[in-house]
């Protein structure tokens, strides 16, 4: 939709990748409707994962003992904060949707995606106590994660070897989007693109090009326990 303002968070080390075409596909289709589109390429901006007293560039409102939440959320409120995170928390803040491109591992995101959602969703940027779940800083966005799995669709049923995937969908939509406030659009799933045929690689690619078409029209999930776990 004109004038919206989409970033996508990309992980993935190899611009020709699945994960690369997905995240391609995306800034087309979003342009092509009008939106901006910023991307956040993770690997190649060389981005820091790791939670450090780096990050708070003035003094430390206790020296004495390293207490890593207390200090950012000082500094992000005296703006001090070290700049590779403000410019992320600027993005962000700018954004109307942010997606999140990146293969799962171990049921999980990448370590440099971790570490950005460590550093840039600090306390007193994306919530505050109170200030979380339904009243997080980040309400009025919506999040959606595009995720790539190496398992086929078949083990990630409730019967399957590795259980239902909104299982470990829960940590990252619930845990962290939902807690700083996000809407969460329904995933994008990819199964096994690494045993796909070259035809179902491309289809997987055009389904996720044709949802965007429509993305805007789209309803958040009900992101509470029932959703994830059942009744």
């Not at 962000?92 to 999140?100: K, S, W």
């Not at 406030?181 to 799933?189: E, T």
């Amino acid at each position: 939709m004109a004038g919206k303002k989409v970033l996508i968070v990309y992980a993935h080390q190899e611009p020709r990748s699945f994960n690369g075409s997905l995240k391609k596909v995306a800034v087309d289709e979003l342009s092509k409707q009008g939106c901006t589109v910023t991307v956040s390429d993770l690997y190649a901006m060389n981005f820091e994962p790791r939670a450090t007293r780096k990050d708070i560039t003035g003094a430390l409102s206790n020296p004495e003992f390293f207490n890593y939440g207390v200090e950012a959320y000082e500094a992000c409120k005296k703006r001090s904060l070290t700049s590779d995170i403000i410019d992320e928390q600027k993005k962000v803040q700018e954004a109307d949707l942010v997606i999140f491109q990146f293969p799962l591992y171990w049921f999980s995101v990448p370590a440099i995606l971790k570490g950005w959602m460590d550093r840039v969703l600090c306390q007193g940027f994306a919530f505050d106590i109170p200030g979380f779940y339904d009243s997080g800083f980040l309400k009025d966005k919506l999040a959606l994660l595009s995720v790539t799995t190496g398992g086929t669709a078949e083990m990630y049923t409730k019967t399957g070897v590795s259980g239902h995937f909104k299982y470990f969908l829960w940590p990252l939509q619930h845990g962290a989007l939902h807690f700083c406030g996000f809407k969460v659009l329904a995933p994008q799933i990819s199964f096994a693109p690494e045993f796909a045929s070259k035809e179902e690689k491309q289809g997987m690619v055009a389904s996720w090009a044709q949802r965007l078409k429509t993305i805007w029209k789209e309803e958040p999930i009900h992101c509470t326990p029932p959703w994830y776990f059942g009744e």
